[in-house]
């Protein structure tokens, strides 16, 4: 009876994926090194310098998970890219504030201040489609 | 500064803008320089080779040039939600200078802080929040805790205990078929 139970639930999945509607989705994502849950219209802030102009449209390939109201798909480690795809505008290319770095030693007349500035991005996610 | 007394926000970008479409938002850049001193030549280099391709590529941000005598070169730039910044060019070299122009056109324009989050949605969840309660049986609303039905432990694999008494059983009832310490030792 466990089987039955898996493969009506299985069946449940596969007709919520077949129809047209499953409602609004979130994945996570892995990107820059950190796994990210998104949603479509969020902004996301990562920690590099992405190669893509301002205003281009990415398309994020490693998605570990999908899910929606009722059902949560989750890939071994990624979902393949026929199943999702996750798409992202980058919207905005800067660097941080100025991070201090200052240090010394101690009755040694050593002393050192430095500015530092790191490249950032931000991305705004358009879309997550299921069976794109 | 220590980071806890600096100005903070959250990640925020101007409206909607990425949703539909992307729009530029650097708007007018002032670009005021010398025309005789040293510390504006890499300003005037850059107006003479690099200047025109900038705005080949940008038609919609709009650049003045304000030469200015005597004065040190500066860079000011104006962004659709009304920020301004100024930035000094001062003995800069070309290269730089078109390195920080490109780095404005890609700005949205908001004021650069230390940001609390790295993350910014405006729904939050879309399974719901978990709680305690999720997936587990209505019955136990009406259930009085704590209770001895619900809290004995799941029948699991034999534990090593109730194997070998199991066994010592078996053995001093006669019948020396230790076979659950047999099986084990197989294994």
């Known amino acids: 009876d466990e089987t039955s139970e898996s493969s009506e639930l299985v069946e449940k999945v596969n007709s919520q994926l077949n129809s047209e509607d499953v409602g609004r989705l979130f994945a996570v994502v892995h990107l820059g090194g950190l796994q990210r849950k998104v949603t479509t219209e969020d902004l996301i802030l990562v920690g590099k310098r992405i190669e893509a102009d301002v205003g281009d449209r990415i398309i994020l390939n490693k998605v570990l998970l999908v899910g929606s109201k009722d059902f949560t798909l989750l890939g071994r480690p990624v979902l393949h890219q026929d199943v999702v795809k996750v798409e992202a505008t980058v919207v905005e290319k800067t660097l941080t504030r100025p991070i201090i770095r200052s240090y010394y030693r101690r009755r040694k007349k050593f002393r050192r201040f430095k500015l530092q500035r790191f490249p950032q991005s931000v991305l705004r996610i358009n879309s997550i489609q299921l069976n794109p | 500064m220590p980071s806890r007394v600096t100005p903070s926000s959250y990640l925020r970008n101007v409206l909607q803008n990425g949703v539909g479409r992307y729009v530029c938002q650097l708007q ?5 320089f010398c025309k005789s001193t040293n510390p504006s030549r890499g300003a005037r280099d850059f107006i003479e080779n690099h200047l025109l391709e900038f705005t080949r590529n940008n038609p919609g941000v709009v650049i003045y040039l304000d030469p200015k005598r005597h004065h040190s070169p500066k860079l000011c730039v104006e962004y659709l939600n009304g920020r301004t910044e100024t930035m000094s060019i001062d003995r800069y ?7 920080w122009l490109d780095h404005f056109r890609t700005r949205s324009g908001v004021q650069i802080n230390r940001l609390r989050k790295n993350w910014h949605t405006d729904t939050p969840s879309i399974q719901g929040t978990w709680t305690p309660a ?26 090593a205990t109730e194997r070998i008494l199991s066994a010592a059983k078996a053995l001093r009832e006669g019948s020396p ?7 084990e030792t197989e294994l």
């Open chain 2, 134 to 159: 999720t997936n587990r049986p209505t019955s136990w609303n009406v259930t009085e805790f704590p209770c001895q039905e619900i809290s004995r432990r799941l029948p699991d694999k034999e534990t």
């Open chain 2, 28 to 32: 007018r850049v002032t670009l005021s």
């Open chain 2, 93 to 99: 070299p070309a290269e730089d200078i078109c390195q």
């Open chain 2, 177 to 183: 078929t230790n076979a659950a310490i047999g099986k």
